[in-house]
T-cell receptor, first 112, second 113 residues
Framework: TQLLEQSPQFLSIQEGENLTVYCNSS?????LQWYRQEPGEGPVLLVT?????EVKKLKRLTFQFGDARKDSSLHITAAQPGDTGLYLC????????????FGKGTKLSVIP | ETGVTQTPRHLVMGMTNKKSLKCEQH?????MYWYKQSAKKPLELMFV???????ENNSVPSRFSPECPNSSHLFLHLHTLQPEDSALYLC????????????FGPGTRLLVL
């Protein structure tokens, strides 16, 4: 059973379009991280959210943590080719737990 | 550049070979991790070290042997691997064991023939 479900699995859009990707679970997380991974590289941390209902913005990227801390979304406005990559969400299950549980990721392609 | 380096970046080995992967972090962190990333699967945690002590071994086969001589360096020794062990092996570090944000290296792409 996949603890963290990410959707969609694949997404191909035109430059300038908006998109949202989702990370869902039946478990409650103490915090949730979003990473972007480019081909041939390791994941790079984008943001950490810790409070239910929290919204964080990083330029054109908006991250939201669900009120119940079971889900999260990433919204990209006016996508650019440089946004292409694998977007991974990872959750920590509780205070003092250092283990991150990763989703399978959403592979995004932004076509110029 | 995340402050975590890994060498080699690519490795091809036969099933009877012995090789080692190296990870170094320049962030002053105390916890280091090995992950395996295979196609169509989530990242799988393999080993965790905290202050040089192994604190987690997620049922990893003995053909993978980690070593952590100090808080900045982590090795993964490989021997008699199987083709299904081909994957991207990622090293990560965090400030402390309970710090939930981890910083990843670029990975070693391993192909076992």
């Amino acid at each position: 059973t996949q603890l963290l479900e990410q959707s969609p699995q694949f997404l191909s859009i035109q430059e300038g379009e908006n998109l949202t990707v989702y990370c869902n679970s039946s478990s409650v997380f103490s915090s949730l991280q979003w990473y972007r991974q480019e081909p041939g590289e390791g994941p790079v941390l984008l943001v950490t959210v810790v409070t239910g209902g929290e919204v964080k913005k990083l330029k054109r990227l908006t991250f939201q943590f669900g009120d119940a801390r079971k889900d999260s979304s990433l919204h990209i406005t006016a996508a650019q080719p440089g946004d292409t990559g694998l977007y991974l969400c990872a959750g920590a299950l509780g205070a003092g737990s250092y283990q991150l549980t990763f989703g399978k990721g959403t592979k995004l392609s932004v076509i110029p | 550049e995340t402050g975590v380096t890994q060498t080699p970046r690519h490795l091809v080995m036969g099933m009877t070979n012995k090789k080692s992967l190296k990870c170094e972090q320049h962030l002053g962190h105390n916890a280091m991790y090995w992950y395996k990333q295979s196609a169509k699967k989530p990242l799988e945690l393999m080993f965790v070290y905290n202050f040089k002590e192994q604190t987690e071994n997620n049922s990893v086969p003995s053909r993978f042997s980690p070593e952590c001589p100090n808080s900045s360096h982590l090795f993964l020794h490989l021997h008699t691997l199987q083709p299904e062990d081909s994957a991207l092996y990622l090293c990560a570090s965090s400030q402390e064991r309970w710090q939930e944000t981890q910083y990843f290296g670029p990975g070693t792409r391993l192909l076992v023939l």
